[in-house]
């Protein structure tokens, strides 16, 4: 009878495996949206320095594009920001989270197996048990019993497997794992971003500090040029040639452009403090010695805007995100159907020595299951209706991640254009003011012109001279804007793989397995 139980289970277990292994998986299959994206860039117009090429030759330097920047400072600054950056180490931990969990979700679709292993020692008291009966008779003929009490101490055990499997015929457990997956692969893309994100900061940081260290420079220039017209102005007011007010405006006017040389020194402090913080160190630990802003714009090689689909880490994510939402209908989904379960159980007890071949003491059983809920006010349709808004919405998401990234390019593009002409232009302001003080300056010691006609074209051009360097400034940090547009460099095929998340095995501790993560 056993044989034949044991027979029939076989041949169960043999017909539901090809219907577990190629079971169907309930919900729709992922299929992309098409985003909505221009052929080319409106503000795409070839300046100086700039240049557009094919989408295959679209690159920028992978993983390092600061370097376009040929600053050793800056490169040794931005190789720190991956290793040490407080919040980037965050993004890593979500991301080897994310892939932890796929193997949490991924163990639902093995057996759970089991085993206990019991022992019990039981003392029977004297008085408890009757081993046998004495007959007393008395010597006036009567009689009497008596009984002889016992002690007896039993030893009994139990041990046994028992198993228990949960069959995904519909694929529910497989739409988890497949939402889990790409949640790992968005994980890895925020990660990107975020690293993205702070490179671009630092380097922007950089260039605001670079730019007060320039701007400090030029003042400083200044004032060395207003000390020498001080010091010529003094030596007429000694001689009687020039009056006290003349004097006190030269003074004036010294003392003004010193203090916002000086003044610099405020934003530039801050500004270091910020790139340390960036590189994860404690502003005390750092300093940056002394620069210039960079003169040359690099040329950054621009692509058609269908690349950044693949370029952008933030589209990647969504793009990612929009995957497992779909999976998650799916998994709603297989809550119609009904749950099959196999359970199974072997066990042995009594005495270890003298029931030890007893056939009777052992004990198995085999069996199956399945569930339905068949009631349950709806819970299960507003599920699904659920999972499909949640889909929706990030489909909705993702095609604005798109349209914003698109118009970041087309704002530094202009922004750089633009610029690029207003350069030019202000160059020759700057040209023409420096002029203007050389002339001034001129008719002044000639005796034409009084000081103060001096001091006004020395001003108009110490504001041309700053108005040139915001300029320079703005477009430096514009193309670093437009590095960070274009996805500085990633492409989504760094992202990793899903079958490369998948390779654990179920059936050794994490300890001993190589970490992938």
Same mark, same amino acid.
């Given at each position: 009878?056993?044989?034949?139980?044991?027979?029939?289970?076989?041949?169960?277990?043999?017909?539901?495996?090809?219907?577990?292994?190629?079971?169907?998986?309930?919900?729709?299959?992922?299929?992309?949206?098409?985003?909505?994206?221009?052929?080319?860039?409106?503000?795409?117009?070839?300046?100086?320095?700039?240049?557009?090429?094919?989408?295959?030759?679209?690159?920028?330097?992978?993983?390092?594009?600061?370097?376009?920047?040929?600053?050793?400072?800056?490169? @040794?600054?931005?190789?720190?920001?991956?290793?040490?950056?407080?919040?980037?180490?965050?993004?890593?931990?979500?991301?080897?989270?994310?892939?932890?969990?796929?193997?949490?979700?991924?163990?639902?679709?093995?057996?759970?197996?089991?085993?206990?292993?019991?022992?019990?020692?039981?003392?029977?008291?004297?008085?408890?048990?009757?081993?046998?009966?004495?007959?007393?008779?008395?010597?006036?003929?009567?009689?009497?019993?008596?009984?002889?009490?016992?002690?007896?101490?039993?030893?009994?055990?139990?041990?046994?497997?028992?198993?228990?499997?949960?069959?995904?015929?519909?694929?529910?457990?497989?739409?988890?794992?497949?939402?889990?997956?790409?949640?790992?692969?968005?994980?890895?893309?925020?990660?990107?971003?975020?690293?993205?994100?702070?490179?671009?900061?630092?380097?922007?940081?950089?260039?605001?500090?670079?730019?007060?260290?320039?701007?400090?420079?030029?003042?400083?220039?200044?004032?060395?040029?207003?000390?020498? @017209?001080?010091?010529?102005?003094?030596?007429?007011?000694?001689?009687?040639?020039?009056?006290?007010?003349?004097?006190?405006?030269?003074?004036?006017?010294?003392?003004?452009?010193?203090?916002?040389?000086?003044?610099?020194?405020?934003?530039?402090?801050?500004?270091?403090?910020?790139?340390?913080?960036?590189?994860?160190?404690?502003?005390?630990?750092?300093?940056?010695?002394?620069?210039?802003?960079?003169?040359?714009?690099?040329?950054?090689?621009?692509?058609?805007?269908?690349?950044?689909?693949?370029?952008?880490?933030?589209?990647?994510?969504?793009?990612?995100?929009?995957?497992?939402?779909?999976?998650?209908?799916?998994?709603?989904?297989?809550?119609?159907?009904?749950?099959?379960?196999?359970?199974?159980?072997?066990?042995? @007890?009594?005495?270890?020595?003298?029931?030890?071949?007893?056939?009777?003491?052992?004990?198995?059983?085999?069996?199956?299951?399945?569930?339905?809920?068949?009631?349950?006010?709806?819970?299960?349709?507003?599920?699904?209706?659920?999972?499909?808004?949640?889909?929706?919405?990030?489909?909705?998401?993702?095609?604005?991640?798109?349209?914003?990234?698109?118009?970041?390019?087309?704002?530094?593009?202009?922004?750089?254009?633009?610029?690029?002409?207003?350069?030019?232009?202000?160059?020759?302001?700057?040209?023409?003011?420096?002029?203007?003080?050389?002339?001034?300056?001129?008719?002044?010691?000639?005796?034409?012109?009084?000081?103060?006609?001096?001091?006004?074209?020395?001003?108009?051009?110490?504001?041309?001279?700053?108005?040139?360097?915001?300029?320079?400034?703005?477009?430096?940090?514009?193309?670093?804007?437009?590095?960070?547009?274009?996805?500085?460099?990633?492409?989504?095929?760094?992202?990793?793989?899903?079958?490369?998340?998948?390779?654990?095995?179920?059936?050794?501790?994490?300890?001993?397995?190589?970490?992938?993560?």
């Amino acid at each position: 009878m056993p044989s034949s139980r044991s027979s029939r289970s076989r041949n169960l277990f043999f017909l539901l495996a090809p219907v577990l292994l190629a079971g169907c998986m309930v919900g729709p299959d992922y299929k992309a949206p098409t985003p909505i994206i221009a052929p080319g860039f409106k503000e795409l117009r070839p300046a100086a320095g700039w240049s557009y090429t094919a989408p295959h030759m679209a690159s920028l330097p992978k993983g390092t594009w600061w370097t376009l920047y040929n600053d050793p400072v800056l490169n @040794s600054l931005e190789a720190q920001v991956d290793i040490n950056n407080q919040n980037i180490i965050q993004y890593e931990a979500r991301y080897r989270n994310a892939r932890a969990t796929i193997n949490a979700v991924r163990a639902q679709l093995y057996p759970t197996l089991s085993g206990a292993l019991s022992f019990n020692r039981q003392s029977s008291g004297r008085g408890s048990r009757s081993s046998g009966t004495i007959i007393n008779y008395g010597s006036d003929g009567s009689s009497s019993t008596s009984s002889t009490p016992s002690n007896t101490t039993e030893n009994t055990y139990a041990m046994g497997p028992t198993a228990s499997w949960d069959l995904d015929l519909w694929g529910k457990i497989r739409r988890q794992i497949q939402a889990q997956v790409t949640e790992a692969q968005a994980s890895a893309a925020d990660l990107a971003n975020a690293r993205l994100s702070y490179q671009a900061q630092l380097a922007t940081a950089y260039f605001n500090l670079r730019y007060q260290d320039s701007l400090h420079d030029l003042l400083t220039k200044n004032v060395a040029f207003y000390e020498r @017209s001080y010091q010529i102005t003094k030596n007429q007011y000694d001689a009687g040639t020039a009056d006290p007010t003349t004097l006190l405006q030269a003074r004036t006017q010294l003392e003004q452009t010193r203090a916002q040389a000086t003044a610099t020194g405020i934003a530039r402090a801050q500004y270091e403090h910020a790139i340390a913080v960036l590189v994860g160190k404690a502003p005390a630990d750092l300093s940056i010695p002394h620069g210039a802003l960079p003169r040359a714009i690099p040329a950054i090689p621009v692509m058609v805007p269908a690349t950044l689909l693949q370029r952008r880490p933030d589209i990647a994510a969504a793009e990612r995100r929009m995957e497992e939402y779909n999976a998650q209908i799916g998994a709603a989904m297989a809550a119609f159907y009904p749950d099959v379960k196999l359970t199974a159980s072997y066990s042995y @007890s009594g005495d270890p020595v003298g029931a030890l071949v007893q056939v009777a003491n052992r004990i198995w059983s085999l069996g199956a299951s399945a569930t339905e809920t068949l009631f349950e006010g709806g819970a299960r349709t507003a599920a699904v209706r659920e999972a499909d808004t949640n889909y929706d919405a990030y489909v909705a998401t993702y095609r604005q991640t798109v349209l914003t990234a698109l118009q970041g390019v087309e704002d530094q593009l202009s922004n750089l254009r633009i610029l690029a002409d207003q350069a030019d232009q202000q160059h020759v302001a700057l040209e023409a003011a420096n002029k203007a003080v050389t002339v001034a300056f001129n008719q002044y010691m000639a005796g034409t012109q009084i000081y103060t006609t001096v001091i006004t074209a020395e001003v108009t051009a110490l504001s041309n001279a700053q108005t040139a360097l915001q300029i320079q400034q703005s477009r430096i940090l514009d193309s670093v804007s437009l590095v960070e547009a274009l996805g500085g460099g990633w492409d989504a095929s760094e992202l990793p793989s899903k079958g490369s998340m998948q390779t654990d095995n179920p059936f050794l501790p994490s300890f001993i397995q190589k970490n992938k993560n």
